[in-house]
């Protein structure tokens, strides 16, 4: 094993896995160290929506990183203000204050402590096979039994109830629930859309007990779905809507958005050294600017339903059923994902696992229709060949 491919710092606890390594980015293109080109149909989880470097977003780091790279909270930030005015203005006139993090999850765990203080109650409803993060707040509310059990005791209250099942969270989400807390498509878990009846369900449930609805947008929001955002299918309008990933093109950046009213409930505080620093903002303007004037979230519709029809084609003895909502597909084999994920690379194609038997493709939204069209193929190549 190379310097390279041993070599790790983001993760812990994964030693002796085999890992490509990468060395340069540009648009859906990867290459390895020895100049080896392959074509990006995971986004690194749903991060790269704008693909790998996007010049626009390169040129603001730089601009900005030449200006001022960390500002301390005490001081207003124009680059700040510009960026929240700018998300805040593709959602909901409902929506308002925005808390900015650094990931996913602390985006999660802004909105438990939201939501715990605005309520003053302790309950947080969660679903099975939901993935909220890994940090304690966000992994109680995380659904994986081994990614759970050896950190435990975690922090109590946290219920977890069958997913796109009304009655389960009708009879779950009571007078001590602070928050429902929901993928509007569950990514990690397996590509599960929730249906809008269920999301009306939600809504409703919550609304009854007094509790507050986040939607965990971390992997589906900015355009993955097909539309901005993944609730906007439904028209179920949560409290808090969490975002990250590839909010600022890359660069590491959480959100919680929330509302006036919640706001105003909020008891205590919070807050971040790094949240909301001039780099991130900078960068996530740029993003959000590329992802409205390219109307991203429309193409990922399109090639999302062209891939979808293509690929349902494969169910049969060796696909048990395809699932998706744009460019978030998850085809369920009837086997274990590893070798095809393997002889996709092979063929120069890079797809995600989720889960043991799914195979997750969530290309950048930027890909080149004929690009999109060779990579089914050698999905189609590669489950066949079995
Ligand atoms: C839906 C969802 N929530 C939260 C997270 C955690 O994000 P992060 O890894 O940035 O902490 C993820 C990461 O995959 C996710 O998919």
New binding site residues.
Partial sequence: MSAAESCRGHEFGEQGRRRLAIVRGKGTFLWDAEGRRRVDLGAS??VGNLGASHPEVVRAIRDQAAELIHLGSGYASPVRAAFVEKLVALLPGSFGPVFLSN??????EAAIKIARSATGRPKVVAALRG?????LG?LSATWRRELREPFEPLVPEFVHVPYNDPAALEAAVDDRTALLLL?PVQ??GGVHPASPAYLRAARSAVDRAGALLAF?E???GLGRTGRMFAFQHSGVVPDLL?L??SLAGGFPI?ATVTTPEVEQRFRGTHHSTFGGNPLACAAGLAALEVLVRERLAERAELLGRRGIERLEGLVGPKVREVRGLGLLIGVELRERVAPVLARLEEEGFLAVAAGATVLRLLPPLVIPEQQWDLGLEAVERSIGRG
């Fill in positions: 989880h749903g990931s996913g999850t602390e985006s999660v993935f909220h993060g890994r940090t966000s993928e990514g990690e965990d971390v992997q589906t969490l990250a990933k959480g």
